[in-house]
């Protein structure tokens, strides 16, 4: 089998959705010039789909620890945990290690310094119930590896058609500012420029950035999802806020494809200690 037939058999997900999801992050691992014999800690990976190529790219000298905060029940159709198992029992899993309910910033995680050439965390920082959150563990994780290797949704769309994908994030960002919390993907969409600050005050410095073709992922379709499902299902903001996500939400229904929506474009970045 070829690299992208080895990472895809990995996955518990169809193949149809994996593919493209597969492609895209081997582009940015071998953009970050991740290599074999490596280790590299991931910090917030989630089902596995990072996670699995960067257990193809370090090969089978190489070690892949990957931590995430949530329950390994987390998820839908599969779970975290299911989609872990399958990726452990597969050909890459000798080389994974998955922990599950761990929070980096916990006194109780450590590991020794420089213990991992990368730390990565890919498309996950949205996820954060901060920015100031992601900055702690931007500066928690920065003794443990030599190098960080950043990804992320970006915020400026280069095109009209993903302005839907953008209204979607932003209005769950927003409802979640408000003081309501979902259990979705969205909860801090911040900017590049934000993470650009953030990497100045917790000791990285920028190597390298690239901007990243996402036009086959089908993320903008799962997030207006997402954020018509969290619209819909959301009580208690008031009659100032509900108005203000309501009209928000129109412009999205009206400029939104039922199926289709272009997603945002993508920025990776590399940086090494300041």
């Known amino acids: 089998m070829d690299r992208l037939d080895t990472i895809v058999a990995g996955m518990a997900t169809h193949p149809a959705v994996q593919l493209a999801q597969t492609r895209f992050r081997m582009d940015l691992v071998d953009g970050w010039a991740i290599g074999r014999g490596e280790s590299v800690l991931e910090i917030g990976c989630g089902q596995g789909d990072m996670t699995a190529v960067l257990a193809e790219a370090v090969g089978p000298t190489g070690r892949v620890v990957g931590l995430d905060v949530a329950s390994p029940d987390y998820g839908a159709p599969i779970t975290i945990g299911d989609s872990a198992a399958f990726l452990l029992a597969s050909p890459l899993g000798a080389r994974v290690e998955m922990r599950f309910e761990v929070d980096v910033l916990d006194d109780g995680v450590r590991f020794a310094a420089e213990e991992f050439d990368h730390v990565v965390l890919s498309h996950c920082a949205w996820y954060f119930d901060s920015v100031d959150q992601v900055e702690r563990v931007l500066r928690r994780v920065r003794p443990w590896a ?12 280069d ?46 410095t920028p190597t390298g950035e690239r901007r990243m073709d996402t036009s086959a992922l089908q993320d903008a379709d799962w997030e207006i999802g997402a954020c018509l499902h969290l619209v819909d299902s959301t009580t208690g903001l ?37």
């Open 238 to 274: 008031t009659d100032l806020a509900q108005d203000f996500v309501t009209s928000q939400v129109d412009v999205l229904r009206a400029t939104a494809r039922k199926k289709g929506n272009t997603p945002l474009p993508s920025y990776a970045l590399t940086a090494k200690h300041a």
């Open 159 to 204: 095109a009209v058609d993903q302005v839907p994908h953008l209204l979607a994030v932003l209005v769950q960002g927003q409802i979640e500012a408000m003081g309501v919390r979902g259990d979705g993907n969205v909860r801090t969409p911040f900017s590049r420029e934000t993470l650009l600050r953030g990497l100045d005050r917790t000791g990285w």
């Open 146 to 157: 030599r190098r960080l290797c950043f990804a992320e949704w970006d915020l400026r769309p």
